[in-house]
């Protein structure tokens, strides 16, 4: 399960990882050449919200999601630095060239028993490979994950991502090399604070330098557009809203003697002009005469505060 420790876990994340994009080491101007990266960390950002929606059905529990800093390693560095357990290599393709969408095989598994109805089962011995049916959830996976990527990617650049075939052996994988310079971006998955999984999306670098002026640059986000229906609704629901109104027509001061000699029968006189204020809540509305409208008492208005508190 997503809140279930696992030793792939424990030992992947106290492996080393490669050098934060903003580090200024030996050899690292070669390997990123798009200088910090932010507007890709924004774009992570993006994505991992988007990717609760993607996972909590399948898990059938809350989740919190979130993207870890970018990392710049050579694809032999990244590739050591995992696990040497069964792991599920997705390309995507991002028209013309090759990101992948990296999952541990536990994670697959847990999935796809919880897809046809189980717990999220997962052996303590795993398989030397997946399954047909593991592929096919790990590309399903993909499919699921293509659609929020592209909308994160969207203020960025508009790309199309489609999904390939799984590999279980990255050396079975094609257009990427061990001295290529990838960028890796991981998101974490957990429930509460259990211990989360981890899923890398990484881009080789030779697959962004077609976006590099826009990587550079500032995201700026898509503005939203007006749904007209949700705001006349709104507006109506807003009209519905009621306020007390009210008008004091006199308010008399007696001293605290005669107030504790009160008794039934006794008069207090009180004094009103013509003119009264009229209330809404704690706010003066304007000022009204009091008369009769109908056989009932009335107050006819003849000022109305403005909206600064001036009489209009």
């Not at 032999?76 to 630095?81: C, K, L, Q």
């Not at 897809?115 to 490979?129: A, D, S």
């Not at 304007?286 to 107050?299: C, D, E």
């Amino acid at each position: 399960m997503v809140n279930t420790a696992s030793p792939s876990d424990a030992g992947r994340r106290g492996a080393a990882r490669g050098e934060p994009v903003n580090a200024s080491g030996l050899g690292q101007a070669k390997l990123n050449p798009f200088g910090d990266l932010h507007t890709l960390q924004h774009l992570s950002a993006r994505l991992a919200r988007s990717l609760r929606g993607v996972f909590e059905p399948i898990l059938r529990q809350e989740l919190r999601t979130w993207a870890e800093p970018l990392m710049v390693q050579r694809f032999a560095d990244y590739r050591a630095e995992r696990p040497d357990t069964l792991t599920a290599w997705l390309p995507l393709g991002m028209e013309g060239r090759t990101a992948l969408c990296v999952f541990d095989g536990r994670f697959v598994l847990e999935l796809l028993d919880l897809f046809f109805g189980g717990v999220g089962y997962v052996p303590i011995e795993l398989p030397h490979e997946f399954s047909p049916a593991a592929e096919a959830m790990v590309g399903r996976l993909g499919e699921m994950i293509a659609a929020p990527l592209a909308t994160a990617w969207e203020p960025l650049a508009r790309v199309g991502f489609t999904v390939g075939r799984c590999e279980h052996n990255a050396a079975m994988l094609t257009n990427i090399e061990a001295d290529d310079a990838m960028i890796v971006t991981r998101f974490g998955i957990a429930q509460g604070n259990a211990r989360p999984v981890f899923i890398d999306l990484v881009y080789p670098v030779s697959a962004l330098k077609p976006h590099g002026t826009a990587l550079t640059g500032k995201v700026v986000a898509k503005a939203a557009e007006q749904d007209a229906q949700w705001s006349a609704a709104l507006t109506r629901a807003a009209m519905q809203v009621r306020f007390p109104v009210r008008s004091v027509l006199a308010e008399p001061v007696i001293s605290l003697a005669k107030l504790m000699d009160l008794k039934p029968g006794d008069v207090i006189p009180i004094h009103f002009t013509n003119d009264v204020p009229v209330m809404v809540g704690n706010d003066r509305l304007g000022i009204g005469t009091v008369g009769t409208a109908n056989g009932h008492a009335a107050i006819r208005l003849t000022k109305l505060a403005s909206l600064e508190g001036n009489n209009a």
